[in-house]
């Protein structure tokens, strides 16, 4: 039975139509107004915004492997345990359009580079 409930996190629940309203949020309010902008220059404070938050969520999973003891009770027999260098076919598979990518697309750094700085007579 459906019930009218007029609470807005209502929307964003567990389920698959709470993921749809999440993701067309996230979309329209965030990444669409990023996405037109004509220079490059112009997207400087988000891309700034995005490193820290990849700094900032790499030094959170890292605090919290090795300070949270319910999560993760024995940091390093977990690092004694893993398994960092083995190859198998599935792994060079998925990691080879990485490389092949970070490979053909340095090409375009200069570029992107010399727009962004701002020109100067020097």
């Not at 309010?29 to 220079?39: C, D, E, I, N, Y």
């Not at 997207?43 to 990849?54: A, E, K, Q, R």
């Given at each position: 039975m459906y019930t009218h409930n007029p609470d807005i996190t209502s929307f964003y629940g567990y389920n698959?139509?709470?993921?749809?309203i999440c993701g067309l949020t996230i979309s329209f309010?965030?990444?669409?107004?990023?996405?037109?902008?004509?220079?490059i220059s112009s997207?400087?404070?988000?891309?700034?915004?995005?490193?820290?938050?990849?700094v900032y969520l790499s030094i959170a999973v890292t605090m919290v492997f090795f300070s949270d003891k319910q999560f993760v009770p024995s940091p390093m027999d977990n690092l004694a345990q893993m398994d960092a260098f083995r190859l198998n076919i599935r792994g060079l598979i998925s990691s080879?359009?990485?490389i092949v990518y970070a490979y053909m697309y340095q090409i375009n750094i200069p570029c992107i580079y010399e727009e962004v700085i701002p020109r100067t007579p020097k």
């Open positions: 698959k139509f709470g993921q749809i309010l965030l990444l669409f107004p990023v996405s037109l902008v004509r220079k997207l400087t404070i988000v891309s700034m915004g995005s490193i820290i938050g990849s080879g359009p990485l």
